[in-house]
């Protein structure tokens, strides 16, 4: 299956901020503001961070911030935690219906 | 408090088939558009079908479409996918999850696996 290209793999230091992206085209990312974002702990489901390119659920925490400027759209995390280490990825709807979801980011907090 | 149970995953021949379930509680099942979504090991997850709210509509991603079925009772408050003509490339987690809007999934299920090997 094809997949949003995102980094491998990002690292950074507790109470620093990391930002991971997400590249996509005119035909996913770049069409439409329905840009989600997901962190996963091993064993773990999947758990909604940001859907709507920047929009957090109820009780996620305002450390988690995104957005997007043309195909390319960003994660950020501030204040790093030690809880925050997980993999991170991007989705976005496309313009035949369906739904592509990035390659997954590993987060490791040093 | 929202919940997604799957079940039904197992190891199945390639070529056989297999139902997963998922029971829905803790939200109005019958307003929510549903879908399914598997992660095969090691890597990041796969949009594979979604379902209308009143079952009368469905699709599904072009990897699965003829082979898979998605389908709901929402008497029972419960979602379902019906896969046939299986391959090693299906084997995967499969989770239920509630759309948000625009296959954005708010809540997930634990999961189910599903193993393909002869």
């Known amino acids: 299956q094809s997949t949003l290209p995102q980094p491998a793999s990002v690292s950074g230091s507790p109470g620093q901020s990391i930002t991971i992206s997400c590249t996509g085209t005119?035909?996913?990312?770049?069409?439409?503001?329905?840009v989600s974002w997901y962190q996963q702990h091993p064993g773990k489901a999947p758990k909604l961070l940001i859907y709507?390119?920047?929009i957090r659920p109820s009780g996620v925490s305002n450390r988690f911030s995104a957005s997007k400027s043309g195909n390319t759209a960003s994660l950020t995390i501030s204040g790093l935690q030690a809880d925050d280490e997980a993999h991170y990825y991007c989705?976005?709807?496309?313009?035949?219906?369906?739904?592509?979801f990035g390659g997954g980011t590993r987060l490791t907090v040093l | 408090e929202v919940q997604l149970v799957e079940s039904g995953g197992g190891l199945v021949q390639p070529g056989g088939s297999l139902r997963l379930s998922c029971a829905a509680s803790g939200f109005i099942f019958s307003n929510s558009w549903m879908n399914w979504v598997r992660q095969a090991p090691g890597k990041g997850p796969e949009w594979v079908a979604i379902i209308k709210p009143d079952g009368s509509g469905t699709h599904c991603a072009d990897s699965v479409k003829g082979r898979f079925t998605i389908s709901r009772d929402n008497a029972k408050n419960s979602l379902y996918l019906q896969m046939h003509s299986l391959r090693g490339e299906d084997t995967a987690i499969y989770y239920c999850?509630?759309?948000?809007?625009?296959?954005?999934?708010?809540?997930w299920g634990q999961g189910t696996l599903v193993t393909v090997s002869s």
């Open positions: 005119s035909s996913d990312v770049g069409a439409y503001n329905h």
């Open positions: 989705s976005s709807f496309t313009t035949t219906g369906s739904l592509v």
């Open positions: 709507d390119v920047g």
């Open positions: 999850a509630k759309d948000l809007g625009w296959k954005q999934f708010d809540s």
